[in-house]
């Protein structure tokens, strides 16, 4: 994550266009902002938008405006996000959703820098100076090949390629991330949480982590809403809310018991004699083993 962020600064002292390519949660627009935050254009506009957000039919007006009376529902002139972002940066998030059609028209802004609103003539042409950022889940270069998106706009946007790995292919920066993400929601609970146990740590770094950072950040944020102040959190807790219908890998034999235990106490709505009879122990063994655990 360090080298990504060295990248980033660097890139961002540019006025080059950005494809910002990674899997959903990896923190794309997070990158976008850095990117628009620190560059050249800092303190110009910066308009950010969310292609798959906007209907088909209105994505021409949306970027490039409209005339009064252009078409049903137009009852004023509108300025379009091009202009918006005139000396600034405009970003696209999902680029990759752009309808074909629309995909040679912003093909065309991009070439001459000039943007006409939807019925307006060539009297109502605007030059705009506008950095491109744009950001997708998608792989562009298969959709070219599939005819799904313009090969001339896909060259159009790639000036240079930052690609955000998915957070297995960089388990390394799974517990600092955690931390980091875990104290800014503490504080923001009035709590101060010094961490995770070592079994819960190690739950954290073994799970795939399906929803990326994303999925990581929200799990701190319930965590740390719902966790005793000034105590590290338990492995409990994460295989709670990472592991449920499988046991994590990893782990020692107790601490895969104890998971086992845990899960089945919790599908059982906490209900003590009905899980001691599924695990096949007696109800006594049960609650040895959960004081056992509270100590651990």
Do not use: C
């Not at 976008?32 to 292609?51: C, E, H, T, Y």
């Not at 509108?78 to 995909?103: N, T």
């Not at 950001?135 to 070219?144: G, R």
């Not at 070592?198 to 799990?219: F, S």
């Amino acid at each position: 994550m360090l080298a990504l962020a060295e990248e980033v600064w660097k890139i961002s002292q540019t006025d080059l266009r950005v494809l910002i390519s990674g899997e959903t949660g990896t923190g794309k627009e997070v990158v976008a902002r850095l990117l628009m935050d620190q560059g050249p254009r800092k303190a110009q506009s910066k308009v950010l938008i969310n292609v798959t957000t906007i209907p088909p039919e209105l994505v021409e007006s949306e970027l490039f405006g409209h005339i009064k009376g252009s078409f049903t529902g137009a009852i004023r002139n509108r300025v379009g996000k091009f202009v918006e972002a005139h000396k600034g940066s405009l970003f696209f998030d999902e680029i990759g959703d752009m309808p074909l059609a629309m995909q040679a028209k912003l093909l065309r802004v991009l070439q001459f820098q000039e943007v006409v609103p939807v019925g307006g003539s060539e009297d109502r042409l605007k030059k705009v100076s506008v950095r491109i950022i744009s950001a997708t889940n998608k792989n562009l270069e298969v959709e070219v090949k599939n005819q799904r998106f313009r090969e001339d706009l896909f060259y159009r946007l790639i000036g240079v390629n930052i690609h955000i790995p998915p957070l297995r292919d960089h388990p390394e920066d799974i517990l600092p991330l955690a931390k980091i993400l875990l104290d800014k929601h503490a504080a923001e609970s009035n709590k101060t949480l010094p961490g995770f146990t070592r079994e819960a740590a190690k739950a954290l770094q073994n799970y795939p982590w399906p929803g990326n950072i994303r999925e990581l950040d929200n799990m701190m944020e319930v965590l740390a809403a719902l966790s005793a102040n000034k105590k590290e959190i338990p492995a409990e807790k994460i295989i709670f809310k990472v592991w449920p219908d499988a046991e994590p890998k990893g782990l020692t034999l107790v601490e895969l018991e104890r998971a086992h235990i845990l899960k089945t106490l919790r599908k059982n709505d906490g209900q003590r004699e009905i899980t001691a009879r599924q695990l096949g122990i007696d109800p006594a063994t049960l609650y040895r083993k959960l004081k056992r655990y509270e100590r651990l």
